[in-house]
């Protein structure tokens, strides 16, 4: 069996593309999933299967969308995955300590330093963004809330489907 972290974009923010985690979670052992745990209402679930990540992704876009009718991006991780995307972070240890101003976004494909990159490099006043393959990290100086750029902005400036979390979110996930 494989266990996966799966995180759903969009998924209950600001009243938009509503799921309930406990609804979910029962239809995906119905689907054949074990195991099956939610964390937080924002779209994050830990799950075993023995599908690959790829047909995972599939599988639970297809559901979302057939019993809620929303098309919504998932993003399918290993543990180790996430162990990597945490132990290889690019934030300074002295000067980006405050997990509450750390963010990664998760891109499905590796995104290149062009036109997007160049303006949220021009924003550095309210965060450090580092690109890192199919990753951006963002250390937040003036915090999440009242930075410029934010993450519909990254997604638009960008023009692919993405998803974040916090870096709290992510060390308790792998956690668990």
């Known amino acids: 069996m494989n266990r996966y972290i799966v995180f759903l974009r969009g998924i209950n923010v600001g009243g938009n593309a509503t799921i309930s985690m406990a609804t979910l979670k029962h239809l995906l052992t119905n689907e054949g999933y074990s195991q099956v745990d939610t964390y937080l209402n924002s779209g994050n679930v830990i799950l075993e299967t023995k599908k690959s990540k790829e047909d995972t992704e ?5 559901l979302i969308e057939q019993q809620w009718g929303l098309t919504v991006a998932v993003f399918v991780k290993s543990k180790e ?20 101003k750390r963010m990664v976004v998760m891109f499905h494909e590796t995104i290149s330093s062009g036109r997007g990159m160049v303006i949220l490099k021009d924003e550095k ?6 690109l890192k393959d ?7 100086k003036v915090g999440v809330g009242r930075a ?6 990254i997604k638009q400036l ?19």
């Open 148 to 153: 410029k750029v934010t993450n519909p902005t």
């Open 158 to 176: 960008l023009k692919r489907p993405s998803t974040s979390r916090n870096w709290n979110t992510m060390t308790k996930i792998v956690d668990k």
């Open 81 to 100: 995955d996430l162990e990597f995307i945490l132990a290889n972070n690019p934030f300074d240890s002295e000067t980006e300590s405050d997990n509450s």
């Open 134 to 140: 199919n990753l951006i990290y963002i250390y937040y």
């Open 125 to 130: 006043e309210d965060a450090d963004y580092y």
């Open 58 to 62: 599939k599988h639970l876009q297809q």
